[in-house]
């Protein structure tokens, strides 16, 4: 597998909450000279970004990040808001404690709000898989799915882990057809980035693949 091809997979990501804005212009600039997939940054830097470079650059934000708990207005309204200053892409993450509260129908029913309102944008779900159960993200595999997202996700990168290859499997054996993978958190070197792109990850957020690629020593998200 080429660099080509496994940047080609990557959304740059900067989610550190100090991140200035000239950290913001470095992966930017890195996403356009190595053609990633995407950009992830804040919310805040949304507009900014995309007054700076325009279409030069996929723009990809973080909904109800890091802790999910927002409410479901609140969500949409922030989705909205990033879509309307230029976001292609939402990562959204979903309300952990209804999962745990087994209140499955809020789930699905927040995916699939904030869906509709992003007016055809994508949608990736943070699952946050270090807090589950395996059976509550098999139930989850299932909630993404019919709320029609375009991806799950295993990750916010501030929870106790990250992705694992045995939790991409689970996804790959539990959700429907037209629901890709991301990855993200932990992903630490060449070799992670190969192998998750080989069970079948479309997509994987981390802020060190060009660093990784290079021969760089690497650290965070």
């Not at 499955?104 to 270090?130: P, R």
């Not at 929870?159 to 689970?170: F, Q, S, V, W, Y």
């Amino acid at each position: 597998m080429t660099n080509k091809e496994i940047l080609a997979h990557i959304d740059h990501t900067l989610l550190k909450q100090f991140a200035t804005w000239e950290d913001i212009q470095t992966i930017c600039n890195d996403a356009i000279e190595y053609q990633t997939a995407s950009v992830c940054i804040p919310p805040g830097y949304v507009k900014q970004i995309k007054e700076t470079y325009g279409d030069k650059l996929n723009i990809c934000t973080v909904i109800g990040f890091p802790l999910g708990y927002n409410t479901t207005a609140v969500k949409v309204f922030e989705a909205v808001d990033a879509v309307k200053n230029g976001a292609n892409e939402i990562d959204m993450v979903i309300n952990i404690t209804a999962l745990k509260n087994k209140d499955f129908d809020y789930v699905q029913n927040e995916i699939a709000e904030i869906k509709k309102a992003i007016d055809g944008k994508l949608l990736k779900v943070i699952v946050e898989t270090c807090f589950l159960t395996e059976a509550e993200k098999v139930t989850v595999c299932q909630l993404v799915t019919n709320a029609g997202a375009d991806y799950i996700k295993t990750s916010t990168g501030f929870g106790t882990g990250g992705a694992t290859i045995e939790d991409i499997r689970l996804f790959k054996a539990n959700i429907g057809p037209n629901i890709k993978m991301k990855a993200a958190g932990g992903v630490k070197s060449v070799d992670d980035l190969i192998a998750f792109i080989n069970e079948g990850c479309s997509r994987i957020g981390t802020s060190s693949a060009v660093k990784m690629l290079k021969g760089e020593e690497v650290s965070g998200y």
